[in-house]
Nanobody, 126 residues
Framework: QVQLEESGGGLVQAGGSLRLACVVSGGTFSSYAMGWFRQAPGKEREFVAAITWRGVMTDHSDSVKGRFTISRDNAKNTVYLQMTSLKPEDTAVYFC???????????????????WGQGTRVTVSS
């Protein structure tokens, strides 16, 4: 059974930084594309960033491009999301997902992700 566990969320002031981590167990981590999504109160879950299984290609949403960076360490079965210059509108629960999609860029579509973590909450105060 594949399990994903996020960590690193918390309360931070606007302009600050956080690094989220997602550890995957029970599966072959290096075979998955990985993605980060977020869900703000009252809103739908949205794509944030994704990375291919070897880390060769990444994709970031326009709202976080230049501020957030996704990376992975296959030796540690972990995917990271480095978040800088945080804004109050980044406040959300952040989820990581694992996708078996291996053709082309990493997927933005939630339906391509097979496994999900429980999420970690990020609150950015103004």
């Amino acid at each position: 059974q594949v399990q994903l566990e996020e960590s690193g969320g918390g309360l931070v002031q606007a302009g600050g930084s956080l690094r989220l981590a997602c550890v995957v167990s029970g599966g072959t981590f290096s075979s998955y594309a990985m993605g980060w999504f977020r869900q703000a109160p009252g809103k739908e879950r949205e794509f944030v960033a994704a990375i291919t299984w070897r880390g060769v290609m990444t994709d970031h949403s326009d709202s976080v491009k230049g501020r957030f960076t996704i990376s992975r360490d296959n030796a540690k079965n972990t995917v990271y999301l480095q978040m800088t210059s945080l804004k109050p509108e980044d406040t959300a629960v952040y989820f990581c997902g694992a996708s078996a999609y291996v053709h082309g860029p990493p997927p933005r579509f939630m339906g391509e992700y097979l496994h999900w973590g429980q999420g970690t909450r990020v609150t950015v105060s103004s």
